[in-house]
């Protein structure tokens, strides 16, 4: 299974966003969803996920500016940015939460990151 996440790029103060990420393969199910962040010489942090039954959960930090949504027919997951802010500039990953059918383990897949600069 991979993830290829798509829509970062170079944005003013105040601007918006749209990133999106979509799996690719067979045989699989994913159960969370969410989006990850990583500034230079920061850990990475998560910034929103969403559970297969759309409850969603955000880092107080992007709560009322961002949010998370997915198409579960097309394995995508969507990550609608408003507002944006200097301190939102960093490498975005998608990440997913995948089962291989019923007694499978979880197992976590990341997608290549995209960038995200906002100037002030």
């Known amino acids: 299974v991979q993830l290829q996440a798509s829509g970062g790029g170079l944005v003013q103060a105040g601007g918006s966003l749209r990133l999106s990420c979509a799996a690719s393969?067979?045989?699989?199910?994913?159960?969370?969803m969410g989006w990850y962040r990583q500034a230079p010489g920061d850990q990475r942090e998560l910034v929103a996920t969403?559970?297969?039954?759309?409850?969603?959960n955000y880092a107080d930090s992007v709560k009322g500016r961002f949010t998370i949504s997915r198409d579960n027919a097309k394995n995508t997951v969507h990550l609608q940015m408003n507002n944006l802010k200097p301190e939102d500039t960093a490498v975005y990953y998608c990440?997913?939460?995948?089962?291989?059918?019923?007694?499978?383990?979880?197992?976590?897949?990341w997608g290549q990151g995209t960038q995200v600069t906002v100037s002030s």
């Open positions: 990440n997913a939460a995948i089962i291989f059918g019923i007694r499978s383990p979880e197992y976590n897949r």
């Open positions: 969403i559970s297969s039954g759309d409850i969603t």
């Open positions: 393969g067979t045989g699989f199910t994913i159960n969370r």
